[in-house]
């Protein structure tokens, strides 16, 4: 149904980098999620109520949050979708985010609210009533929110959206909450013992486990979470495949939504290379990570020296060296000063962060090495922390 929808409305719907068509997908999503749990809380809380089922009611309204989860979720691929404007000039991408962490806390609201009527259920038991006709609708209602499930998953993956796929996760969780509730339904009918009230409380465990991970989806995004490493890899791949590029450091990506993701890195060049050909090999790769990962990228060139042997012969050691300590660190922009009574080692060292040496110990574990190789080096090294 959401494919034919999107065929139908969707201008070149196959564009997913279009920032105009990630929002409609969004918005799309959104409007068929409102309609659909809106449908299924009508349906489950008749049921609930016929039935005297507190799980069933409680599922019923989980629904309703679900449908005012939409809601949020459409709005905000409305908002986030907003041009960048003189207050905002990264655009405005992380309102997703925002809108996310919104419905997740709906959720936790709707989890605590339903474990205090289980508790209340479990002290105050009550008889419930099962027949066909509920019994069938709750099966309805779990094929449906399976198959929300999966477009949400779908068409999340498609626009690489944390919005959708955390909806998607939230369905399944659905799917097993009503599945619960079927069984303790058929159970309470058959051998009379009503567990309806403890079938409540997992229920709402079950609502409030998804509400924490939704929380943990949105939040982390806007703490300055990790990029994706497939991205990071993406983006290494498209500046090595250039033949003057010798190595590449120092990577750091900004992601303001959605569509707005900014990398910035330093490219290794020779420095005996003509200076204008490097430049305009430095914009074209710029303009090459533009279009093929919809982004912003702004490249610094480093120019080393690669075709002195004394430098490389050095630098063959100090990599030794530093491999010797941990097989984790690497350094970038090494170069040799010469003087009359001594000769700086000028190098920056990237010391991942669960890297247990502190930074003074280690430059001082190097610098001890060095000095066995020869007592007139001197190293001048900075220590980086890798931000990818």
Sequence with gaps: MV?????????????????????????LCGLVGIGLNILLFIGKFLAGTLSHSIAITADAFNNLSDAGSSFITLAGFK???????????????????LSGL???????L?????????????????????NTLILVFLVVSILVKLYMSYYNHTIGKKIDSAALLATAADSRSDTLATLLVVLSSLISEATG???????????????FYSGINAAKETINPLLGQAPDKQFVENVEEIVMSHDMILGIHDMMVHDYGPGRVMVSLHAEVPASGDILEIHDLIDHIENEINEKLNCEATIHMDPIM????????MKEIVSRIILGIDDSLHFHDFRMVVGPTH????FDVLVPYKFKMSDSELLKRINEEVKKVNESYFIVAKIDHTYV
């Design 3 to 27: 494919s034919l929808f999107a065929k139908l409305f969707i201008k070149d719907y196959q564009n997913t980098k279009s920032p105009s068509v990630r929002k409609a997908y969004g918005m």
């Design 79 to 97: 908002l986030a979708s907003q041009k960048p404007d003189p207050d905002h000039p990264y655009g405005h991408g992380r309102i997703e985010y």
């Design 102 to 108: 919104f419905v997740s806390l709906a959720i936790l």
């Design 110 to 130: 709707m989890a605590l609210e339903l474990l205090k009527s289980s508790f209340e259920k479990i002290l105050h038991p009550q008889d419930t009533a099962m």
């Design 193 to 207: 013992f009503q567990i309806d009230g403890y079938c409540g409380l997992i229920v709402g465990l079950f609502i």
């Design 306 to 313: 690669n075709d002195d042997p004394q430098v490389n012969a």
């Design 343 to 346: 000769t700086n080692l000028i």
